[in-house]
């Protein structure tokens, strides 16, 4: 099984001169993030406020072997976001949606969601995604439990894309979660 990790978003505060370094423009931080990750996913309180321009930028931005893939609110009723989802969806490559009823895992310390898989342009086949989400950033011990967790309990999947998103989203996570990919043969 392969696991492809990456993050909820690619524009976050903390991120700014630790992460991203202080002379990138706001305009290159995806493809700064392509460099180092393989996916990412574009939230929909996020693409839903830019424009049009912006967001055909976004997915000019990556590669064909990125996945790009932005979230549907399926609860969305503001007219300009569902007109600008209509204008956008023939070249988003990917959509996905958490829905209320979709499969997930509640314990102490993170939440495990499952995504439906919407639209599947550069995904790949045999594929599902997740989403772990914690108020606190979780030490390599519990990473590790999530992601042999996922392993073990959906082997039927030849490829698992992982987002985290909270207090995960440090990179001080993300990178430990690409160690862990390695030590799990998840690579």
């Not at 207090?167 to 690579?187: F, G, Q």
Request: aromatic share 14%; proline share 2%.
């Amino acid at each position: 099984m392969l696991m492809i990790t990456g993050a909820i978003g690619w524009e976050h505060d903390q991120w700014l001169g630790t992460y991203y370094p202080d002379e990138i423009a706001t305009d290159w931080h995806l493809t700064f993030y392509t460099k180092e990750f393989q996916t990412v996913v574009a939230p929909s309180n996020f693409w839903s406020n830019c424009s049009l321009e912006d967001i055909k930028e976004y997915c000019a931005d990556v590669t064909e072997e990125f996945a790009l893939i932005f979230e549907q609110n399926n609860n969305e009723s503001n007219e300009s976001t569902l007109k600008l989802k209509q204008s956008i969806d023939e070249f988003v490559p990917n959509w996905i949606a958490f829905k209320p009823d979709a499969w997930q895992k509640d314990e102490k310390d993170y939440r495990i969601k499952q995504a439906e898989i919407i639209k599947s342009n550069t995904l790949a086949e045999n594929s599902a995604v997740f989403c772990v989400y914690s108020d606190n950033v979780l030490k390599d011990v519990k990473l590790r439990e999530i992601m042999s967790f996922l392993k073990k309990e959906f082997k039927q999947f030849d490829v698992i894309y992982l987002f985290f998103d909270g207090s995960l989203i440090s990179m001080d996570v993300l990178n430990t979660v690409k160690t862990l990919r390695k030590m799990l043969a998840l690579d």
